[in-house]
């Protein structure tokens, strides 16, 4: 069983759609959550990064925990053509090992 | 903004050379971390390091070798590559200083073996 579960998508949305991204995780003792914004050909960027249950955003992103359920989600309201990217979940339980989900990719069409 | 950079972004090199990715950071990050990067799939741990003079194995290390003498350079040899080494490598750093600090990454090299 994968530490870390992501739908690949492809996720497709028209500009201006809330965009909902999950993973879901299997250890209790990840503590730490990240979510990843990786354009074509490039590497991964650093959007969200939280360490709580609850919500955290960050202008029209919102990260959400449940560690109850361990289920992890990023929001994107008005979603944006520029949004259009892979976006993958990392999780870490110590802050020197992290586990990755596979990635959804998501078209946000003008 | 994170500044880590690798170099050559591409490399198209036949089966049996040698060769070195290379990755430098600015940031004075002591964790430094290489990833391979393959489409639909998470990313494995190749190698990292946790300050100068130390480097370890992940799970995904066989064929390949780090070195760690400087804090602001990590490179990643193949002794000898072959068509399966053909991927994405990433590298990336965190601050040791901070418990939990994430990770930050350059923007890879892409890696074809003929």
């Known amino acids: 069983q994968k530490e870390v579960e992501q739908d690949p998508g492809p996720l497709s949305v028209p500009e201006g759609a809330i965009v909902s991204l999950n993973c879901t995780y299997s250890n209790s003792a990840f503590q730490y959550f990240m979510w990843y914004r990786q354009y074509s050909r490039k590497g991964p960027e650093l959007l969200m990064y939280?360490?709580?249950?609850g919500n955290k955003e960050d202008g029209r992103f919102t990260a959400q925990v449940d560690k109850s359920s361990k289920y992890i989600s990023l929001f994107i309201r008005d979603s944006q053509p520029s949004d259009s990217a892979t976006y993958l979940c990392?999780?870490?339980?110590?802050?020197?090992?992290?586990?990755f989900g596979t990635g959804t990719s998501l078209t946000v069409i003008p | 903004e994170a500044d880590i950079y690798q170099t050559p972004r591409y490399l198209v090199i036949g089966t049996g050379k040698k060769i070195t990715l290379e990755c430098s950071q600015t940031?004075?990050?002591?964790?430094m971390y290489w990833y391979q990067q393959d489409p639909g799939m998470e990313l494995h741990l190749i190698h990292y390091s946790y300050g100068v003079n130390s480097t370890e194995k992940g799970d995904l290390s066989s064929e390949s070798t780090v070195s760690r003498i400087r804090t602001e350079h990590f490179p990643l040899t193949l002794e000898s590559a072959r068509p399966s080494h053909t991927s994405q490598y990433l590298c990336?750093?965190?601050?040791?200083?901070?418990?939990?600090?994430?990770?930050?990454f350059g923007n890879g090299t892409r890696l074809t073996v003929t």
């Open positions: 990392a999780l870490s339980n110590t802050g020197n090992q992290f586990y």
């Open positions: 939280t360490y709580s249950s």
């Open positions: 940031m004075g990050h002591d964790k």
């Open positions: 990336a750093s965190s601050d040791g200083r901070t418990f939990n600090s994430p990770l930050h």
